[in-house]
């Protein structure tokens, strides 16, 4: 029996070997050239939650200083809603890819809306936009009464083509930005950095009614 059982172990021994040995290598192979992990680097414009307006608006005003003659990707924020026509004017010279809307109500919070924009006639790209957000106000799950009430209210002021354009996302050589900086209504014109790709940064808008710090505003004015 003994005999049997130490044949056994020297006809699978080599085969144990074997296998250690590539696991080895294998190990081996791994510390040697570890796997990279790619960095994940996400851009961002508009201010930091709790910062301070003036102190958002300084930074903006920063990142427009460079010798860089490429385009770059900007957020232009306006102190109040804009008309299609208005905004289309004070952007005039940069290519409109977004358009920030957002319904006002003095002391109530309502929805803001993203919605991407075509090449060709700005006024006319705004326009449709204006109809999408209203749209997409519409298709929102409201978890509230008054969410459902504040919801409705925006969709029907949306779809009637309101001032209601808080804020461009615009691509353009920063002399043309900041000329768009110094056009009255405009707030701030953040720019990134030339190599900045699209899809790759966050887009956060500075509120008409944040005229102080970037905080939650109060919710608790009447509904129309």
């Known amino acids: 029996m003994r005999d049997r059982t130490r044949a056994a172990i020297w006809r699978w021994l080599p085969i144990v070997i074997a296998v250690v040995g590539a696991a080895a290598v294998v190990v081996g192979m791994g510390l040697a050239n570890p796997v990279r ?3 994940v680097n996400t851009d961002r414009l508009g201010p930091d939650s709790g910062e301070s307006v003036a102190h958002y608006q300084a930074r903006a005003r920063q990142s427009l200083v460079t010798d860089n003659a490429d385009p770059h990707w900007a957020l232009v924020s306006f102190d109040t809603g804009q008309g299609s026509a208005q905004a289309a004017a004070a952007a005039s010279g940069a290519r409109i890819s977004k358009a920030l809307f957002q319904v006002q109500l003095p002391r109530v919070q309502t929805p803001v809306v ?3 924009t075509a090449a060709g006639d700005p006024v006319g790209q705004l ?3 204006g109809v999408v957000a209203a749209d997409q106000v519409r298709a929102a799950l ?3 009464d008054r969410a459902q009430r504040v919801d409705d209210y ?3 002021q949306l779809q009637s083509d309101c001032a209601c354009i808080i804020g461009l996302l615009v691509r353009a050589p920063v002399p043309v930005l900041a000329r768009i900086q110094a056009v009255p209504g405009v707030r701030a014109v953040e720019a990134l950095p030339a ?3 699209y899809g790759h940064f966050s887009l956060v808008p500075l509120l008409p009614a944040q005229t102080d ?3 939650p505003l109060p919710d608790d004015g009447p509904v129309p």
Do not use: C, G, M
Request: net charge negative; no cysteine.
């Open 37 to 39: 992990h790619l960095a």
């Open 114 to 116: 993203a919605v991407q």
């Open 127 to 129: 326009d449709t936009a």
């Open 142 to 144: 409201a978890d509230s």
């Open 154 to 156: 925006s969709a029907a």
């Open 195 to 197: 190599d900045a790709v």
């Open 213 to 215: 710090y970037v905080v």
